[in-house]
């Protein structure tokens, strides 16, 4: 079992950033893939971004892509997704995610545990 807390959503102004936390509890957070997903009112659950188990690799969608940038620090036990130049289309509940066996990154369906979201608006 895992749980997730997200933390360090807000209110910012187009152009601003911000940087999302992902608490993990457990001792096995390294044995999970990690997942970004956002959804605004109204619409899907989409993803945002992925990170392998040991960090190496990263998936970004296009929109995102070139703004966003995940991280994890496993002796932490917390994943980061770091923000930078933020769109108000960007604004959406975001959620952390953890897989133990993650193929389809993309997929809301392939990962195992979710946090509770935290808010993001972003100001035009």
């Known amino acids: 079992q895992v749980q997730l807390v997200e933390s360090g959503g807000g209110l910012v102004q187009a152009g601003g950033s911000l940087r999302l936390s992902c608490a993990a509890s457990?001792?096995?957070?390294?044995?999970?893939?990690m997942g970004w997903f956002r959804q605004a009112p109204g619409k899907e659950r989409e993803f945002v971004a992925f990170?392998?188990?040991?960090?190496?690799?990263?998936v970004y969608p296009d929109s995102v892509k070139g703004r966003f940038t995940i991280s994890r620090d496993n002796a932490k036990n917390t994943a980061y997704l770091q923000m930078d130049n933020l769109k108000p289309e960007d604004t959406a509940v975001y959620y952390c995610?953890?897989?133990?066996?993650?193929?389809?990154?993309?997929?809301?369906?392939?990962?195992?545990?979710w946090g509770q979201g935290t808010q993001v608006t972003v100001s035009s």
């Open positions: 990170i392998s188990r040991g960090g190496a690799m990263t």
């Open positions: 995610a953890a897989g133990a066996t993650v193929v389809t990154y993309t997929s809301k369906y392939e990962y195992d545990y």
């Open positions: 457990g001792r096995t957070f390294s044995s999970y893939a």
